[in-house]
């Protein structure tokens, strides 16, 4: 399998950094370094944690994180779309993560290379495993403040989660690359396109805004008694609901009633239009179509081909077709 996606210089260089480029990229942005390099678990992107040289009594502040953003993926432009709207976040006071700036700037290139990277300052904070009834409800207003702000102003030049480019151009990528078993690609080209003539046109009258787009448990973390949202690479135009399912994306009665409490106490901070509610199902369909493309997209980094050593195989694309097909089944 070969994508040739991203070009050959910048991503031969993604895959090689080392740890001397990352101390010498931390260091010229005016900080000192220990020599410390820890890499950290992303499979998107590439993050380290750097120690610096610090007076500081809080731990934290001996560290810093630098993440290099995958090339080709976004454009320098989309990836400053993503860090506005964190500093929108920021300015209006909701609780999220977002990188430093340095002489009013936050998004950097590395050398003559088209490769972009970004800090952090570290933060401490845990995963949820579950939420109670109380942090439920803080977790609805924090998504109403963030959906406040983000329907402030658009991101143009980030995706819109359509069923057009989240199903059609990704089907129309696996096609081409002929990434799919060829005796399965009629079956799974035939369940695509019977989900999309049943979603095409499911999205008329929704407002799209600026979303967190990847909101899962995973992406939000409690630091005292406050939940802050982190990991904005996957920000994009779309429906509010999009933030919703995902972080409670079961469908039985307890994901049922824990979503009830998480509405109410949203509407306390914004107006929810619930015709949304019915994009749910639709829009784990395409999350499942897009995770497909997006291992294709990358599958010549090492990282992936290690992770996923089963794509290729017959099992994985008969998997996909059968959870697609009873997919359908929710949608309809």
């Known amino acids: ?40 678990n992303s499979m ?12 500081s009594e809080n731990p934290s502040d001996h560290f810093k994180i630098i993440k290099f953003y995958r090339p080709g993926r976004w454009s320098k432009t989309q990836i400053q779309e993503e860090h506005d709207f964190l500093s929108d976040l920021i ?69 819109r989660l359509t069923p057009e480019v989240y199903l059609k151009s990704n089907l129309d990528f696996l096609l081409d690359q002929k990434i799919i078993p060829h005796h399965l690609e009629l079956s799974y080209k035939l369940v695509l396109e019977n989900i999309y003539s049943l979603v095409k046109d499911s999205f008329k009258n929704i407002q799209y805004q600026r979303i967190h787009g990847d909101c899962h448990l995973g992406n939000i973390i409690k630091r005292g008694d406050v939940f802050h949202l982190i990991d904005f690479d996957d920000m994009v135009m779309g429906p509010c609901i999009q933030d919703m399912w995902l972080l409670l994306p079961g469908r039985d009665e307890y994901a049922e009633n824990l979503r009830s409490k998480l509405l109410d106490a949203y509407m306390t901070m914004r107006e929810f239009n619930f015709e949304e509610l019915r994009l749910s199902e639709t829009l784990r369909a395409l999350r499942m179509i897009n995770y497909s493309a997006w291992i294709a997209k990358r599958y010549e980094d090492p990282a992936f081909k290690n992770a996923f050593p089963f794509f290729e195989s017959p099992s994985y694309w008969e998997g996909q077709i059968n959870d697609l097909r009873e997919q359908t089944y929710w949608i309809t």
């Open 1 to 40: 399998m070969s994508t040739n996606l991203w070009g050959t210089n910048q991503t031969q260089f993604f895959f090689e950094l080392n740890p001397d480029l990352v101390l010498d990229t931390v260091e010229d942005l005016g900080f000192k370094t220990t020599g410390r390099v820890m890499t950290m």
């Open 44 to 55: 998107e992107n590439r993050v380290y944690e750097v120690e610096i040289e610090s007076k």
């Open 91 to 159: 300015e209006h006071e909701v609780p999220v993560v977002a990188p430093m700036q340095f002489e009013g700037q936050s998004l950097f290139t590395l050398k003559d290379l088209e490769l972009y990277y970004t800090v952090f300052s570290k933060q401490g904070g845990r995963a949820p495993d579950e939420f109670t009834n109380e942090e439920i409800e803080q977790v609805g207003r924090l998504l109403a403040r963030l959906h406040n702000v983000g329907s402030m102003s658009i991101a143009p030049n980030r995706l």
